[in-house]
């Protein structure tokens, strides 16, 4: 079995005080939990995030990621700066970013090799529309979503990504996949991977998000090819992402 990952996605929230309020909550309930599990902050509270993270159990990291290593680039952070601060992860490709600042299969790519050049790990996020789906093209996004990195990375590469599903309609919603309609994309994303790389993708973990939450993260971790949850809203509450947490240890 593949071990569990359970990934925190803040967002544009927080301060300097509900942080501190919200990582000494969970470091406080991690005691005994087996699953891996990680906060990806708004790039200002990384700092933050190291003082109070080093040596625990949570790992933290970013939510986005330059292609570039440095240089006149005005508003953007390297993927070395986020090594600066100990980033584990970072998020690539997540639909908001797909959504509001138009990035595309071949950008996300490119964010994915970077986080991978600079010794990152990226959690690369694919997902359908509701109109997608209703469409019947669910398969065909996600493929082409997944390919695009596959492509650009190569097969000894994908050994060290994490995949997310989140399918556009039940982030923030309140709406979640059912775990079997879930689990259908997570086979399908795994059989892509297995054509790129066969040995690598019995390893890769790929994660469910969108409305995952205390109640229904055990039925949609309990699938075979679902490795973990990227949690929004239910990742700002100590007590709901612990929960979270437990239901995959
Ligand atoms: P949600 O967000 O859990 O609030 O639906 C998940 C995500 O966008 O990563």
Redesign the pocket.
Known sequence: MRPKLVVG?WKMNGSREANAALLTGILAGLEGSAAACAVCVPSPYLFQCEQLLQGSKLAWGAQDVSTQPGGAFTGEVAASMLLDFHCRYVIVG?SERRAYHGESNALVARKAQAALDAGLTPIVCVGETLGEREAGETNAVVGAQLDAVLELLGKDAIAKIVVAY?PVW???TGKTATPAMAQEVHAQLRTQLRACNAVAAESIAILY????KPDNAADLMAQADIDGG?????ALKAEDFLAIIRAAS
């Open positions: 996605n997540h989140e039940a982030i923030g998000g969108g409305s995952m990227l949690i929004g809203g239910a």
